[in-house]
């Protein structure tokens, strides 16, 4: 697990390796990522957007941005937490993610960047 802490706001992400399948005559490597967002400051904020860099070794980096994540922009009260995950797809067995959440304190109105830090996406059989 790694963790990261922005303005108070704490992310925590874990992993796991789900198989391979192929989409389209191709082999993807499928891994499934796990983030907690924790609230230890004392505002109250709301996750707006997500940014995230996805590294894949054998392609160019894929930026994907959007509203919220899977659909939602949860509110966290101070010392609330939400959790939620998500997937991604390679085309090699090695790659990694980061990026940041655009949250707003909703007492403020200021936005800022809460970073998530890098993970790894590595296929357990090249783990020592």
Same mark, same amino acid.
């Given at each position: 697990?790694?963790?990261? /802490?922005? *303005? ?18 191709? $082999?993807? &490597?499928?891994? =499934? ?13 709301? $996750? *707006?957007?997500?940014?995230?860099? %996805? &590294?894949?070794? @054998?392609? *160019? /980096? ?13 509110? @966290? ?5 939400? =959790? ?5 797809? $390679?085309?090699?067995? %090695?790659?990694?993610?980061?990026? &940041?959440?655009?949250?707003?304190? @909703?007492?403020?109105?200021? $936005? ?9 996406? %590595?296929?357990?059989? @090249?783990?020592?």
């Amino acid at each position: 697990m790694v963790e990261q /802490i922005t *303005k108070g706001i704490k992310i925590s992400v874990s992993t796991d390796y789900n198989g391979a399948s192929y989409r389209n005559n191709r $082999l993807y &490597y499928i891994f =499934a990522y796990h983030i907690t967002i924790q609230n230890n400051s004392t505002q109250t904020v709301q $996750l *707006k957007e997500r940014y995230w860099n %996805i &590294y894949d070794s @054998l392609q *160019k /980096i894929e930026i994907v941005t959007g509203e919220g994540v899977i659909g939602q922009t949860p509110i @966290l009260n101070p010392g609330e937490s939400y =959790a939620y995950s998500s997937g991604c797809f $390679l085309e090699s067995t %090695i790659g990694a993610m980061n990026g &940041y959440y655009t949250m707003i304190d @909703l007492h403020t109105l200021e $936005l800022f960047k809460v970073y998530i830090p890098t993970f790894q996406l %590595i296929i357990p059989t @090249l783990s020592n």
